[in-house]
T-cell receptor
Framework: AQKVTQAQTEISVVEKEDVTLDCVYETRDTTYYLFWYKQPPSGELVFLIRRNSFDEQNEISGRYSWNFQKSTSSFNFTITASQVVDSAVYFCALSEGEWGGSEKLVFGKGTKLTVNP | EPEVTQTPSHQVTQMGQEVILRCVPISNHLYFYWYRQILGQKVEFLVSFYNNEISEKSEIFDDQFSVERPDGSNFTLKIRSTKLEDSAMYFC??????????????FGPGTRLTVL
């Protein structure tokens, strides 16, 4: 069965600090997809990144970076030089993709990040 | 940039009443989803819809729920007889399903349903 664990319920940092959000997943499939979504206080879900199970290269997008390690089933998210606007709940999600099949997302419980000025 | 839209943003209803939540997916997307998020909890899958039929549904999606694509643009979620525990944020999502697996799902802003 699919499962996503985000062990950190809440994190509080001061602006300009770096912060890493952890995500550990479980799946029996060899083909799967991992996602991060951001939920700001306004409530919408904003897509951040998608990664497939065959691509273990780390990715950097501005102040955001992602570290995918299959050996530890982890897909961690780092924000460098955090800003107040980064305050949000961040969700990690897993999809076991299959041609022609439904690809429901299984979400973790989320990590609430508060960045204080 | 194309986006998923949902109406209304907030719906208040009495227990036992029927509600219809509306979504307009991104126009070239073929796969549609409903998820819900009870306040402060994680986002949970309800149902997926492709080619005018349900592809998959969760245990939450019981006989009180139904989905429909009444025309070429709208995708609706109906709850026949609402219960207090249906109070949640309901998110619609869509994905392109261009043939690639693991397509990204883009979410709407959500409808907050409050059942009194």
């Amino acid at each position: 069965a699919q499962k996503v664990t985000q062990a950190q319920t809440e994190i509080s940092v001061v602006e300009k600090e770096d912060v890493t959000l952890d995500c550990v997943y479980e799946t029996r499939d060899t083909t799967y997809y991992l996602f991060w979504y951001k939920q700001p206080p306004s409530g919408e879900l904003v897509f951040l990144i998608r990664r497939n199970s065959f691509d273990e290269q780390n990715e950097i997008s501005g102040r955001y970076s992602w570290n995918f390690q299959k050996s530890t089933s982890s897909f961690n998210f780092t924000i460098t030089a955090s800003q107040v606007v980064d305050s949000a709940v961040y969700f990690c999600a897993l999809s076991e993709g299959e041609w022609g099949g439904s690809e429901k997302l299984v979400f973790g419980k989320g990590t609430k990040l508060t960045v204080n000025p | 940039e194309p986006e998923v839209t949902q109406t209304p943003s907030h719906q208040v209803t009495q227990m036992g009443q029927e509600v219809i939540l509306r979504c307009v997916p991104i126009s070239n997307h073929l796969y549609f989803y409903w998820y819900r998020q009870i306040l402060g909890q994680k986002v949970e899958f309800l149902v997926s819809f492709y080619n005018n039929e349900i592809s998959e549904k969760s245990e939450i999606f019981d006989d009180q729920f139904s989905v429909e694509r009444p025309d070429g643009s709208n995708f609706t979620l109906k709850i026949r007889s609402t219960k207090l525990e249906d109070s949640a944020m309901y998110f619609c999502a869509s994905s392109e399903k261009s043939g690639l697996v693991g397509d990204t799902q883009y979410f709407g802003p959500g409808t907050r349903l409050t059942v009194l």
